[in-house]
């Protein structure tokens, strides 16, 4: 990997015994100033912050005398003094082959400034509001600051984060943590979720002040407090760093799960990252992110694609139009008994078949797995007849399962499944088609009452790498992920799903809710809808009959095992 991404672990580390907290390891000391700025009397500390980014041209004054210290910076601004800080810091980024901005309000914006707004889309280190907006001139707050800084780190300079301190040590910082009134209503909102990570890395790496003691992570980034903030990252921390001895060997990686800690992702991912750290002899160590800290689940493929987490776990059916073939895995009444079977079926159809291998280019795939199958659950209905389905709202997250819901006459509604316990009790969907391991993990048994149990499909899951991460790993280390994923990670990974399964529907039988099955009759009829939903899916896929025909022979191949 990267040698700066190495060394800068020790780095972390010597700077909790040789800095304060907020201060830089390399405070340049005040000094008479050529600085053409009159207004800078009260911040005679960050003088030398604001001389070295000016002298470099990276940041101008607001007039020929004027640095504007207390000014609100502007979302077009810091684009581009990441921009130019590219001129200043030798790396491997080519300015000249960035494509064009997808935005759409940048008509009006100075050259340049569309320019590095371009730049640091391709690069992700910033984003839009939705619907191809990027706001430029919008004021930018410190918590989105730190986030952008942090990704510069980490997807330009391959730089990587040891946390020093226990969430407590953050947590008592004023304005890190939410305040509560005496109801748990959130009075006062600390950190937002998403940049907990980026805040904490920026904290142990001295780059952020506080305000009056107070972290005020929505208060809009100032100039002043910008220029220490790009001189402490440029300085401190991409120039030559300190090196604790033996640190260099240790690769800290950041996993994503958006599920909680507790549920079968989150013990998997803790089971395979332990795996991983004790066959490497503690050379890879894993910070791992539990309940969507970064975002939503639907943005898991993106956030591993450009490396905002170093490894991802997500939800095939997420991302309709990404795994079209790949979504085979959820075609309706599969004979999968079980996660296990599945989850052999799913990896190796990527594995053994060229049909799925397109679908992952660009990261590293470090396992493809399956849940158990999903039944059609309700509050209060138990169907008898499959015409009983016309006309009803049924939740699903999966075009084979879309496709199945429409063939029944009904109408197929996306629901992500963090939101499906609300849209069930407020009857925004009349019934759901999730698996046994969702319903427990998301509690869905208390708004549901009835379960047809009909292997309605299963759900397919992936585990993948930013490749650029993967590829800068030493090749020993490389061999020791590889090693430890796909087929080794088989032999548990479907139990987790298994084991969830069983709990869910001990508990359901406790609560007195009922489980059921069809009528054989209607049940053929069922079985007939499914026929012609996989028929309709072979048509609108590339290679679908060969992909359907490969999965048939792999059941035959696992359930016979």
């Known amino acids: 990997m990267h040698q700066k991404k190495r060394r800068f672990i020790g780095r972390l580390l010597a700077l909790s015994i040789v800095c304060s907290i907020f201060a830089s390891c390399i405070v340049p000391a005040a000094a008479e100033t050529s600085l053409p700025f009159t207004d800078l009397g009260d911040y005679q500390d960050y003088i030398p912050y604001v001389e070295y980014l000016y002298e470099r041209e990276i940041v101008n004054g607001t007039s020929e005398t004027t640095f504007g210290p207390n000014q609100t910076i502007q979302r077009y601004q810091i684009a581009l003094i990441f921009y130019r800080t590219q001129t200043e810091n030798t790396s491997a980024i080519d300015k000249a082959n960035i494509p064009a901005s997808s935005f759409k309000d940048l008509d009006g914006v100075m050259p340049e400034a569309q320019d590095a707004i371009a730049w640091a889309e391709y690069f992700g280190l910033l984003t839009g509001r939705g619907d191809g907006v990027f706001d430029p001139y919008a004021p930018i707050s410190r918590q989105e600051v730190v986030t952008f800084l942090y990704r510069y780190a980490t997807n330009i300079y391959n730089l990587s984060h040891t946390q020093l301190r226990g969430d407590s040590y953050y947590e008592s910082l004023t304005g890190f943590s939410h305040t509560y009134d005496e109801n748990g209503k959130i009075i006062e909102e600390g950190v937002a979720n998403w940049a907990r990570l980026s805040m904490k890395w920026a904290i142990d790496c001295g780059i952020i002040d506080m305000i009056g003691g107070d972290l005020a992570p929505k208060v809009g980034a100032q100039r002043i407090h910008l220029a220490k903030m790009f001189y402490v990252l440029l300085v401190d921390w991409l120039s ?70 170093d490894i991802g776990w997500g939800l095939i059916s997420y991302f309709p139009g990404v795994f079209e073939a790949s979504e085979a895995i959820s075609l309706p009444m599969l004979p999968l008994p079980d996660a ?77 499944n963090e939101q499906l316990y609300r849209a069930i009790e407020n009857n925004i ?55 430890c994923s796909g087929a080794a990670a088989l032999e548990y990974v479907g139990s987790f799903w298994n084991d969830a399964t069983s709990s869910v529907l001990e508990r359901i039988k406790t609560d007195g809710d009922v489980i059921y099955t069809l009528p054989d009759a209607e049940q053929a009829k069922l079985q007939a809808v499914a026929d012609k939903t996989i ?25 016979e095992a």
């Open 535 to 559: 028929a309709d899916w072979i048509a609108r896929v590339q290679d679908g009959d060969k992909i359907y025909q490969a999965i048939l022979d792999l059941i035959d191949r696992y359930k």
């Open 340 to 416: 296990d079977i599945a989850s052999y079926v799913f990896w190796n159809l990527y594995d053994e078949y060229d049909f799925l291998k397109p679908e992952f280019e660009g990261i590293h795939t470090l396992l493809l797995h399956a849940g158990a199958q999903a039944p059609i659950s309700t509050k209060t209905t138990q169907f008898t007849a499959v015409d009983q389905f016309i006309g009803w709202t049924i939740q699903t997250n999966s075009m084979p399962q879309a496709l199945f819901i429409q063939n029944l006459g009904a109408a197929p509604v996306s629901v992500i």
């Open 240 to 309: 030559e760093p300190v090196l604790i001895p033996g640190s260099d060997s240790v690769h800290m990686l950041t996993i994503h799960n958006p599920d909680a800690e507790t549920s079968p992702t989150g013990r998997f991912i803790s089971a395979w990252a332990e795996r991983v750290t004790k066959a490497s002899d503690g050379r890879l160590q894993f910070e791992i992110l539990n309940g969507g800290l970064f975002g939503s689940p639907r943005d898991m493929y993106d956030f591993i694609v450009n490396g905002t987490c």
């Open 429 to 483: 969907v009349n019934a759901a088609v999730v698996n046994w391991e969702t319903i427990k993990a998301y509690q869905l048994y208390e708004p549901l009452g009835y379960y047809l149990d009909a292997n309605i499909g299963v759900s397919g899951y992936f585990f993948a790498m930013n490749e650029k991460i993967y590829n800068e790993l030493p090749t020993d280390l490389q061999a020791i992920i590889d090693e």
